[in-house]
């Protein structure tokens, strides 16, 4: 019987690390296209969901191109913002930490202005304070849901 709880604590845990572990969402901008020249990259971004906590992965050959980011303005007009380290590793990701909009260009070249490689999203906001991956109401209802249920489980078992 110690054995069964002891089994049926460590499942408890488990259930409940799950839900904050697959929250935030991964998105490989243009998808297997990675980041390149002549790409849709707002069709691609069209209806996709990205939350505060959610993670962007630009794909590219090191060296064909870089990740900026930039305002809106230099989005508009392709201007490389001053002092700006650009992202070059070839397989960037940037976690998305605020709520709002986000601009990001291609600092090779007339790749930006020329065949389109800028990509602009809009970020959601979780709902309130603390860590984006704990402040979901429905990953709290859902892991109290699991607490109570394995804690019945528990005591109809030990009882
Ligand atoms: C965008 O950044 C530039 C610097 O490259 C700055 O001069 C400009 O004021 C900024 N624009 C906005 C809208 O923040
Ligand atoms: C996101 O939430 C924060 C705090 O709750 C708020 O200050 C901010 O204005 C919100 N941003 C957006 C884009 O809704
Ligand atoms: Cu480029």
Known sequence: MALHRLYL?????????????????EFVVG??????????????AQGKDFQVGDKLVFNY???????????RTEF???IKPPAC????????????????????????GTHCAFTGQKLSITVQNQSSSVSPAMAIKDTVNYQLFFGVM??????????
């Open 85 to 108: 380290e650009a992202l070059t590793s070839g397989s960037d990701e940037i976690v998305l930490k605020t709520a709002g909009r986000k601009w990001y260009i291609c600092g090779v």
């Open 9 to 25: 604590v460590v499942f408890a845990l488990i259930s409940t690390m799950i839900p904050v572990m697959t929250l935030a969402k």
């Open 76 to 78: 508009q007009n392709c």
């Open 61 to 71: 050959p090191v060296g064909a191109h870089t990740v900026l980011k930039v305002n």
């Open 150 to 159: 394995v804690a019945v489980i528990t005591l109809a078992l030990a009882f």
């Open 31 to 44: 998808g297997g296209n990675g980041w390149t020249t002549n790409f849709d990259y707002q069709a691609w």
